[in-house]
């Protein structure tokens, strides 16, 4: 074990080859830290560290990842607040000596990797100028994702990824158009996808979506596409962006032969069309609406869309 430094919401500690970033679970803790709990960033993996002033009589440590060593950046791919970057060590201004001691001992250690930027020389490396400072992208990911299983709620549906192979959206009664219902739940398999694409739910177009293998045609809109689940008011970025993490991760493993996607079980392709189905979402939807569940705007827009089916 190695030097250990204490910040605002979270520890760092330096071992031999690696960088350990311990996370605070406080009240006042960024959600997305607390869900990380504990991230081992090898040195090979960060392209520098810098040292800056920050806000209100703090200093900030920032360790710099490499492009393309940790999923979870790269699914962030530069929408994280300021706050929530879980590579920034926020310090008193007080301690910023200490700081100073701990970076130089990180950028030795870092400068014996030929891909950091340390061996070329840290002040090359200015990622809010856009330029890579001759750091070399990792060919693979070098940072563990959040592990799975794991599922949250988006507005449309529910996600959930069994940590290994498969992916899978439960379309909801309210949020879900009526082209995913007529496509019914979706299973994919980790084997036939080769990303995934964020966009965060703090923005008001806010989706996940699966990438398929080979490409081909997509619906443009992300409310119609069923490898896609959208956010609207749900799906909380320590939930979605963990999520999209880890299944990012496991498009990249070894094994990523395709293999037949079987047709989810109980799937809603005749339901959609069966009027008898029909009146039944519709008295549920009734149900939610008396119960307080759903505004008389939701209401009234989904029961026309139901009815359009018929």
């Known amino acids: 074990m190695g030097d250990v430094l204490a910040g605002i919401h979270a520890t760092w500690e330096l071992e031999s080859d690696a960088l350990v ?5 406080g009240i006042r803790t960024p959600k997305l830290f607390s869900a990380l709990r504990e991230r081992r960033i090898p040195h090979e993996a960060l392209a520098s560290v810098t040292l800056t002033p920050g806000k209100r009589g703090t200093v900030v440590l920032h360790a710099v990842p490499r492009p393309g060593a940790d999923p979870l950046m790269e699914a962030a791919a530069g929408q994280l607040k300021e706050g929530s970057d879980p590579y920034r060590l926020v310090l008193p201004a007080e301690r910023e000596t200490l700081a100073e001691q701990y970076r130089d001992e990180l950028r030795a250690l870092l400068a014996s990797y030929p891909a950091a930027a340390g061996a070329a020389g840290y002040e090359a490396y200015a990622p809010e100028d856009g330029a890579d400072g001759g750091v070399a992208p990792a060919d693979r990911f070098l940072v563990a994702p959040p592990p799975g299983p794991q599922s949250f709620k988006a507005y449309d549906g529910r996600a959930s990824f ?5 992916v899978a959206f439960r379309w909801s009664w309210t949020g879900a158009t009526t082209e995913k219902w007529k496509s019914g739940d979706q299973v994919f398999s980790v084997r036939d996808l080769c990303g995934v694409e964020w966009r965060s739910p703090d923005g008001v177009d806010g989706y996940l979506r699966l990438v398929p293998r080979g490409g081909g045609a997509r619906a443009d809109r992300p409310d119609q596409d069923p490898a896609c689940v959208v956010f609207g008011r749900y799906g909380p970025v320590y939930e979605s962006l963990t999520f999209a993490a880890s299944v990012l991760a496991a498009t990249r493993s070894k ?21 008898g189905a029909v009146a039944e979402r519709i008295r549920h939807l009734g149900e939610l609406h ?19 089916e018929l």
């Open 290 to 308: 008396q119960a307080g569940l759903v505004t008389d705007a939701e209401f009234s827009a989904k029961k026309a869309e139901l009815l359009a």
């Open 255 to 275: 094994d990523r032969t395709p293999v037949p996607v079987a047709a989810p079980a109980g799937g809603r392709d005749g339901e959609a069309r069966d009027p």
């Open 162 to 166: 069994d940590g290994t192979s498969e």
């Open 21 to 25: 970033i311990r996370f605070d679970r």
